[in-house]
């Protein structure tokens, strides 16, 4: 069974950080990309960072840009998300994906229609 489980999600004050991962099982390809999306109350849902499994390319959106850090672990097949430097603003329920790249790609696509299979979602709330 394919499947995408996620976790590390929780409150933390602002300034503080928090370390997503999202654990991986049932696939054979390695021709694919990880992604966290988030969408936060009465917003529309928006991609955060994704990376490139076969070469480890990454793209960041702007606003979480020099604060969170994208990384994966090949033997786990385990994508992370470090976010350092938190915000109120990031306050969301927090999705990775999963989705077919090319394995020489090194563009991480933004669009969530991309992605065919997503996890359940793990809540992070900033607040002080």
């Known amino acids: 069974q394919v499947q995408l489980v996620e976790s590390g999600g929780g409150l933390v004050q602002p300034g503080g950080s928090l370390r997503l991962s999202c654990a991986a099982s049932g696939f054979t390809s390695s021709n694919y990309a990880m992604v966290w999306f988030r969408r936060a109350p009465g917003k529309e849902r928006e991609f955060v960072s994704g990376i490139i499994w076969s070469n480890g390319s990454t793209r960041y959106a702007d606003s979480v840009k020099g604060r969170f850090t994208i990384s994966r672990d090949n033997t786990k097949n385990t994508a992370y998300l470090q976010m350092d430097s938190l915000k109120p603003e990031d306050t969301a329920v927090y999705y990775c994906?999963?989705?077919?790249?090319?394995?020489?790609?090194?563009?991480?696509?933004?669009?969530?229609?991309?992605?065919?299979?997503w996890g359940q979602g793990t809540q992070v709330t900033v607040s002080s």
């Open positions: 994906a999963r989705g077919p790249a090319p394995y020489f790609s090194t563009t991480v696509p933004a669009v969530s229609s991309v992605y065919n299979t």
